[in-house]
T-cell receptor
């Protein structure tokens, strides 16, 4: 079992819709959770971090964390074509003492 | 502007050659990292450093070497021992170990 798994996609949504990206992790001791956006050919950019159960909102982005079920999700409201990118989930696994990245979900927002 | 500068952005290497990728940060971050990314895959940790003159191996350190002589600088050498070095190399830094990482623009290495 991979330590951090993401739905591989690709995921396509129409402009203005809500895009939902999911990530599950295996280490129950994980403490910190991050979402990065990576445009094709570019480096990852941090867009959200979440540390406690519940929702965290930042503009059109909402991160949701459920430690009991070991998943973290990212919702993008009012999706725009400029949101088209690969989204990487990263988990700070306490036992592994490092940041483990999922393989990413490619999102395409159709005009 | 604060940030992380990687150079070169593109590099071609012949088999059997060592190459060194530069990474400099002016964010005053203690921790620095090197990751490797292959097409369609996530990031894999090569090395990381929390303080000057100290660094730790990541998951795929074989064939790579690093140094941390200054807080601002964390160069990566890809040696001829690395069997499949063609990849996108990303340098990152953070205030605390494996906290919020900030990435440089990356260096794309191609072995001819």
């Amino acid at each position: 079992q991979k330590e951090v798994e993401q739905n591989s996609g690709p995921l396509s949504v129409p402009e203005g819709a809500i895009a939902s990206l999911n990530c599950t992790y295996s280490d129950r001791g994980s403490q910190s959770f991050f979402w990065y956006r990576q445009y094709s050919g570019k480096s990852p950019e941090l867009i959200m971090s979440i540390y406690s159960n519940g929702d965290k909102e930042d503009g059109r982005f909402t991160a949701q964390l459920n430690k009991a079920s070991q998943y973290v999700s990212l919702l993008i409201r009012d999706s725009q074509p400029s949101d088209s990118a690969t989204y990487l989930c990263a988990v700070n696994s306490g036992s592994a003492r490092q940041l483990t990245f999922g393989s990413g979900t490619q999102l395409t927002v159709l005009p | 502007d604060g940030g992380i500068t990687q150079s070169p952005k593109y590099l071609f290497r012949k088999e059997g050659q060592n190459v060194t990728l530069s990474c400099e940060q002016n964010l005053n971050h203690d921790a620095m990292y090197w990751y490797r990314q292959d097409p369609g895959q996530g990031l894999r940790l090569i090395y990381y450093s929390q303080i000057v003159n100290d660094f730790q191996k990541g998951d795929i350190a074989e064939g790579y070497s690093v140094s941390r002589e200054k807080k601002e600088s964390f160069p990566l050498t890809v040696t001829s021992a690395q069997k499949n070095p063609t990849a996108f190399y990303l340098c990152a830094s953070s205030m605390i170990r494996f906290g919020e990482l900030f990435f440089g623009e990356g260096s794309r290495l191609t072995v001819l």
